[in-house]
């Protein structure tokens, strides 16, 4: 089982809608909590991290992080088609950050 | 200003050759990573640098990958005796230190083994 569990999509919306992307985990050690966008042929880069429980918002952007269940959100709202890309959620414990599988994200206009 | 650059983009190199990869960080960025992300997942965790130690290698595969970062700028991650498992896109990361959490990673290298 990997250590942190991302649905890989891929995801279709249409512009405009509220998009909740998901990841669980299973160490209850990591300590910091992020999200990052990839768009195609780029390297990931950062929207958003948190380092406790509870809800970060960034404009349209919200990160929500729930360490009882182990289990980490990001929502998009008002979502644009310029949104649409690879969204990485990603964990860090001790030197090393843990990277989920990426949820592929289309918003159609 | 300049942010995370990789050479080369592309490499195509035959099974069992030697290739080397180049990351060039952010000025002044003491934290560097490398990761690899294979198609259809996220980046694998390769190998942390904090200056020009290497403090953390664990996630290297094998004694072919090898990475140095002699002057605690500039980093290169080397692969000897390639194989066909290695094809993956390669990022190299960096970031102000040793608790930041703010990662930039670079365009990757795009290494394919025939």
């Known amino acids: 089982q990997k250590e942190v569990e991302q649905d890989p999509g891929p995801l279709s919306v249409p512009e405009g809608a509220i998009v909740s992307l998901n990841c669980t985990y299973s160490?209850?050690?990591?300590?910091?909590f992020m999200w990052y966008r990839q768009y195609s042929r780029k390297g990931p880069e950062l929207l958003m991290y948190?380092?406790?429980?509870g809800n970060k918002e960034d404009g349209r952007f919200t990160a929500q992080v729930d360490k009882s269940s182990k289990y980490i959100s990001l929502f998009i709202r008002d979502s644009q088609p310029s949104d649409s890309a690879t969204y990485l959620c990603?964990?860090?414990?001790?030197?090393?950050?843990?990277f989920g599988t990426g949820t592929s994200l289309t918003v159609i206009p | 200003g300049a942010g995370v650059s990789q050479t080369p983009s592309n490499k195509v190199t035959e099974k069992g050759k030697y290739v080397e990869l180049r990351c060039d960080p952010i000025?002044?960025?003491?934290?560097l990573y490398w990761y690899r992300q294979s198609l259809g997942q996220g980046p694998e965790f390769l190998i942390y640098?904090?200056?020009?130690?290497?403090?953390?290698d664990s996630g290297l595969p094998n004694d072919r990958f090898f990475a140095v970062r002699p002057e605690g700028s500039v980093s290169t991650l080397k692969i000897q005796r390639t194989e066909r498992g290695d094809s993956a896109v390669y990022l190299c990361?960096?970031?102000?230190?040793?608790?930041?959490?703010?990662?930039?990673f670079g365009p990757g290298t795009r290494l394919l083994v025939l």
């Open positions: 000025s002044g960025h003491t934290a």
């Open positions: 990361a960096s970031s102000l230190g040793r608790s930041q959490e703010t990662q930039y």
């Open positions: 948190t380092y406790s429980s």
């Open positions: 640098f904090q200056g020009t130690g290497a403090a953390d």
């Open positions: 160490n209850s050690a990591f300590q910091y």
């Open positions: 990603a964990m860090k414990r001790g030197n090393q950050f843990y």
